[in-house]
C-alpha cells in the first residue's frame, strides 16, 4: 500500500520569504500522480500544484513550485515570496495513474507566516 | 470552473438518528466521487469511492452499513450517517473527479461538519 510522509507538523518563515515544505512517498506503482493541497481555516481544501510521475520537468505554478525526486521518492514543496494569505495547512498526497481511486493524503503541515 | 458544493455545511443531530449529505459537481460530470473523513487537527481519510450507477467501495474499516452511499446520476453522491452516534461527530469532505479529460485531480467540496450530540 502507498504511504505518504510529512515529517513537519508545522513550519514558520517571514513574509516575503522562501520556505520548502517535505514530502516523502512510497508506492511500488509506475504510474502516479502527486499533488499538494492547501486546507485554510475554512477547511476547503484547493489544489496548490501536481506532478506526473512520468515527467522529469518539476511542476511549477507561479509562486510554488516542486522539486520531484522520483528515485528518492521525494516530493518537496517551495513557496517563494511567501504571503499572509498562504497560512494554511498543506497536504501532500498521492494517487495512482488513472484517478480511480482516491487520495492518500500525508499528516500536514501547518504553515505559518510570520508578518 | 471543477466546482463542487456540499450540503448542509453544518448539522447538528440527535444520537440514533440518520444524517443525509449531499455532495454535487456544478459544472462537470463526475463519473467517480469519493468521500473522505477529517478529525480534528488531522489529515484527511478515504473512506469510500462512489461510482456512478454502481455500488459503493469502502475504505477497509469502514462499515457500509452506516455509511450509505447513493451516486444516482453524474452530478450528485449522497452520504448517509444512520444510527449516528457521538463518535461519528467529525467533518465529512467529498470530492469528484472529471469523467474525461484531467482524471486524476480531484475538486472536494467546502465539506459538511457533523456534531452529533
Known amino acids: 500500500a502507498q504511504t505518504v510522509t510529512q515529517s513537519q507538523p508545522e513550519m514558520s518563515v517571514q513574509e516575503a520569504e522562501t520556505v520548502t515544505l517535505s514530502c516523502t512517498y512510497d508506492?511500488?506503482?509506475?504510474?502516479?500522480?502527486l499533488f499538494w493541497y492547501k486546507q485554510p481555516p475554512s477547511r476547503q481544501m484547493i489544489l496548490v500544484i501536481r506532478q506526473e510521475a512520468y515527467k522529469q520537468q518539476n511542476a511549477t505554478e507561479n509562486r510554488f513550485s516542486v522539486n520531484f525526486q522520483k528515485a528518492a521518492k521525494s516530493f518537496s514543496l517551495k513557496i517563494s515570496d511567501s504571503q499572509l494569505g498562504d497560512a494554511a495547512m498543506y497536504f501532500c498526497?498521492?494517487?495512482?495513474?488513472?484517478?480511480?481511486?482516491?487520495?492518500?493524503f500525508g499528516k500536514g503541515t501547518h504553515l505559518i507566516i510570520q508578518p | 470552473g471543477a466546482v463542487v458544493s456540499q450540503h448542509p455545511s453544518r448539522v447538528i443531530c440527535k444520537s440514533g438518528t440518520s444524517v443525509k449529505i449531499e455532495c454535487r459537481s456544478l459544472?462537470?460530470?463526475?463519473?467517480?466521487m469519493f468521500w473522505y473523513r477529517q478529525f480534528p487537527k488531522q489529515s484527511l481519510m478515504l473512506m469510500a469511492t462512489?461510482?456512478?450507477?454502481?455500488?459503493?467501495?469502502?475504505e477497509q474499516g469502514v462499515e457500509k452499513d452506516k455509511f450509505l452511499i447513493n451516486h444516482a446520476s453524474l452530478t450528485l453522491s449522497t452520504l448517509t450517517v444512520t444510527s449516528a452516534h457521538p463518535e461519528d461527530s467529525s467533518f465529512y469532505i467529498c470530492?469528484?473527479?472529471?469523467?474525461?479529460?484531467?482524471?486524476?485531480?480531484?475538486?472536494f467540496g467546502p465539506g459538511t461538519r457533523l456534531l452529533v450530540l
Open positions: 508506492t511500488s506503482e509506475s504510474d502516479y500522480y
Open positions: 498526497a498521492y494517487c495512482a495513474g488513472g484517478g480511480a481511486d482516491g487520495l492518500t
Open positions: 470530492s469528484a473527479r472529471p469523467g474525461q479529460g484531467d482524471l486524476e485531480t480531484q475538486y
Open positions: 462512489s461510482n456512478e450507477g454502481s455500488k459503493a467501495t469502502y
Open positions: 459544472d462537470f460530470q463526475a463519473t467517480t
